[in-house]
């Protein structure tokens, strides 16, 4: 019976049976006869694809140029490539994210840089050479890169040298990159000696590592090191920027410099983190500070200076409040009190330096700047030394808002009180320190003035003690002469300023409260302002002391080298001097000294008697 005589199944088991199913088929799967699959939907077919780069992988500095921040390493090895005196050995440190591995494969490509006109080394790789493409991918046979972390033992390390003695099969030098290398044990480095000593000349060797001195000392001395350095915040937000526009990502500039400031110097740290901002907020929209500042779990800079202000206004209970303000949107205490180190810190350079010095924006450093204007240098020192001790409390404190709390009264009562100077000028005057705006900004005696709090008269009593009495006092010297300016000088032991009286100082005219003098050649310019200071100190009443122009007499020191002069004349016109100074040709004066004659004595021994 032919197969066309027998009906369908469907016909065959059931005959009221409806149409039959179309076949269970993958849609996305050809069948056994080669059919095609059915086309897919088009929202399917634009969606993007799961293989994203990110932006630290994205943008790695494909030629020396690119590196940012190591001006000084590209400078080094540029003269070293054109010169031809290439080590044979590098050793790349630095903290993490700098670029040492980068560097290492950059100088991988500039040793085997082979173009169609250039057979040499060469640090310009902006064309790509036949070697390179290989070199980026890692699959070139003549540069091998290893990991010291996974690849320690003795035994590693001799699999590896083994290979060195060939020559390499396709490039000119044979390459060995050793990341990590400080995590290489004992044995494995001694194994690297000899090798590295008296390496072959197709064998070149780079080394990168984060802790360089857990490397040998034996191993440093025979490679040529390079220290990364950290790059600046405006160099990696020049970066960021870059990288946004490429991006096509909006992030305001306050945003930019809080990734830049967060990296610590990191190229790598900034890229992640801005990778991870970009995402933060809509396509096409621009991301906002305050939304990188959630990120990154930073307090508001604003209101960590608002803080800081308080605190040197002395202003205790307003200080905390802003802290708890924001503890409660999430800011980390620890982090609050790194802030007002910074600001601390920053006030402090402003003062020295002035506001430019500051990289921060405009508003801020002004605030800062103004802070510095307002208090002393040794306050903002105390502050700074006082949140030190603060940071470290609240790190090992169980509780970190307590911590934070507690600290900010300190700071506030600290910054209230006078330095320690004048709180000594206060009691030796018999005036006690109660607080008021010493060191602080000029803030109310009730927010923090320590010094106005007493326990049953204690502090009245024991400052009383402390100041001495009126009548006790040293009376004022009367001066009626320059020479008795010169010997109360002399008296203070003020050695710096009796010398410079004595060498510069030709007396004019001089009355009580006032002279005048003429400046020898070589004066210094502050001579006057500290013989006023001095004198005003020392006596007690102002004193007007002004320097002319001429006619003044001789100084102290003229006239002692005058007189020193006339006695050396006298003596060499002695003719018993003349007499000594013939019968020794080629003798000299040296010195001349005045030997003081024994005194005559006052009881006169009796004449004898005459026995006769």
């Not at 006869?33 to 790695?60: L, M, Q």
């Not at 915040?233 to 410099?257: F, Q, R, T, W, Y």
């Not at 100074?581 to 005559?600: D, K, Y």
């Amino acid at each position: 019976m032919a197969d066309e005589d027998f009906p369908p199944w469907s016909e065959a088991g059931d005959a009221d049976a409806g149409p039959p199913e179309p076949p269970e088929r993958d849609p996305d799967t050809a069948d056994m006869f080669g059919a095609p699959p059915a086309p897919k939907p088009a929202a399917a077919a634009e969606a993007p694809s799961a293989a994203y780069t990110v932006i630290a992988r994205k943008y790695r500095p494909r030629s020396f140029e690119d590196l940012y921040g190591q001006e000084a390493m590209v400078r080094t090895l540029r003269n070293a490539f054109s010169s031809g005196r290439i080590a044979h050995a590098f050793m790349l440190t630095g903290v993490r994210g700098v670029g040492k591995t980068t560097t290492a494969r950059l100088l991988a490509r500039a040793l085997n840089y082979e173009t169609d006109t250039i057979h040499e080394p060469s640090l310009d790789l902006r064309e790509e050479g036949r070697h390179c493409r290989a070199i980026i991918e890692g699959r070139h046979m003549d540069v091998l890169e290893l990991d010291a972390a996974s690849r320690t033992g003795v035994a590693d390390m001799r699999e590896l040298l083994d290979g060195v003695r060939y020559a390499p099969v396709e490039a000119r030098y044979k390459v060995y990159i050793i990341d990590e290398v400080h995590m290489l044990s004992t044995g494995a480095f001694n194994a690297l000696l000899k090798t590295l000593e008296e390496p072959p000349p197709h064998a070149k060797f780079i080394f990168a590592t984060t802790e360089i001195r857990k490397v040998p000392v034996t191993i440093l001395s025979r490679c040529q090191r390079f220290d990364l350095r950290r790059v600046e915040p405006d160099v990696i937000v020049k970066s960021l920027e870059m990288i946004c526009g490429k991006e096509n990502a909006l992030v305001e500039a306050e945003g930019l410099m809080l990734i830049a400031r967060a990296a610590e110097g990191s190229m790598r740290d900034a890229q992640s983190m801005l990778d991870q901002a970009i995402v933060q907020g809509e396509p096409g929209m621009t991301i906002p500070a305050t939304l990188i500042r959630d990120m990154l779990g930073l307090a508001d800079r604003a209101q960590t200076i608002a803080l800081f202000e308080l605190l040197m206004r002395g202003e205790a209970g307003p200080a905390i409040e802003t802290f708890r303000t924001l503890y409660g949107y999430g800011a980390d205490p620890g982090q609050v009190m790194l802030d007002l180190l910074d600001h601390a810190h920053a006030a402090s350079v402003a003062k020295a330096i002035g506001v430019q010095a500051l990289i921060m924006p405009k508003e801020q450093a002004a605030r800062l700047a103004a802070v510095g204007a307002a208090v002393s240098a040794g306050s903002l020192s105390r502050v700074w030394q006082m949140l030190l001790r603060a940071h470290e409390e609240v790190r090992r404190a169980p509780d970190a808002a307590a911590a934070v709390d507690m600290a900010l009264i300190r700071l506030a009562y600290a910054a209230d009180l006078p330095g320690p100077e004048e709180a000594l000028k206060r009691l030796q005057s018999g005036d006690l320190p109660t607080g008021g705006s010493g060191g602080g900004m000029g803030g109310p005696s009730g927010g923090g003035g320590g010094g106005q709090m007493s326990s049953g008269g204690g502090v009245t009593a024991q400052g009383r003690m402390m100041a001495p009495q009126p009548q006790a006092a040293e009376a004022a010297p009367n001066l009626q002469s320059f020479a008795d300016v010169l010997a109360l000088i002399e008296k203070k032991r003020d050695i710096a300023l009796r010398l410079d009286v004595e060498r510069y100082v030709r007396p004019v005219s001089f009355r009580p409260g006032a002279i005048e003098f003429e400046p020898a050649p070589g004066a210094p310019t502050n001579l006057a302002q500290r013989l006023v200071s001095k004198l005003k100190e020392w006596t007690g009443q102002p004193w007007l002391i002004a320097a002319q122009g001429g006619g003044g007499a001789e100084s102290l020191w003229e006239r002692q080298k005058r007189e020193e002069r006339e006695v050396r004349g006298q003596v060499e016109q002695d003719p018993f001097v003349q007499a000594v100074m013939q019968a020794f040709p080629g003798a000299e004066i040296i010195s001349i000294r005045n030997t003081p004659l024994p005194e005559p004595s006052s009881v006169t021994d009796a004449p004898e008697e005459d026995e006769d």
